[in-house]
């Protein structure tokens, strides 16, 4: 997919992710494709990574209900799931040191899968009163196959640059676009 088709998809859509963030994640997909694609977050982009994984499994997590609801009552043939994260923004340097509570209990339709790309652009963390994304971050690194790509979206804030670096390792930093990480884990 061009830049420009992108964009006008992502402005019909509401999409937040950039053009050129949603063509740095389309093209490791279509590298991999079919491929077990899971998506920290339901959002406007939903339909977009189901069509571009069309023939492999795109599964999304998502914490708000409502949001949940509305997004699947326009997606009807989407995988997804409720989660329930049970931290706090504010709570991200203490628990940097406690992986215990960084584990996110999740259906064993994501526990028993390794998979090939991982998307983390959920929770909210733009407050402390957040959960932020520091279980998502966590679990991406323990859901990841060998040679399998994590995105990090939102990487200009302290949390999501701090966690990535830590549990998915700088050394596995492939790219950067924007505020969107690219790792591949060796």
Known sequence: MNIKYLESLRKKL???????????IINTLEKKR?????VFGLGNDTPLWNRVNKKGRTVFLENMKEWYDKV???????????????TKRKNWKKL??????????LPKEITEIKWD??????????????????QSIYMASKLIKKKGH?????????????????????KNLIKQ??????????
């Open 34 to 38: 079919p491929c077990n694609f899971l």
């Open 14 to 24: 509401g999409i937040q992710i950039t053009s050129k963030q949603l063509q740095e």
């Open 117 to 134: 790309v991982i998307l983390v652009d959920a929770p909210r963390g733009w407050r402390d009163d957040q959960p932020g994304r520091m």
């Open 96 to 105: 940097l040191k406690n992986k215990k509570k960084l584990f996110l209990k």
């Open 72 to 86: 699947i009552e326009k997606n009807t043939k989407t995988e997804a799931y409720i989660v329930k994260y049970t």
């Open 150 to 170: 994590i995105f990090v979206h939102d990487c200009w804030r302290e949390v999501e640059a701090v966690y990535s670096d830590k549990f998915l390792l700088r």
């Open 177 to 186: 676009v924007q505020s969107l990480r690219h790792y591949k884990i060796k």
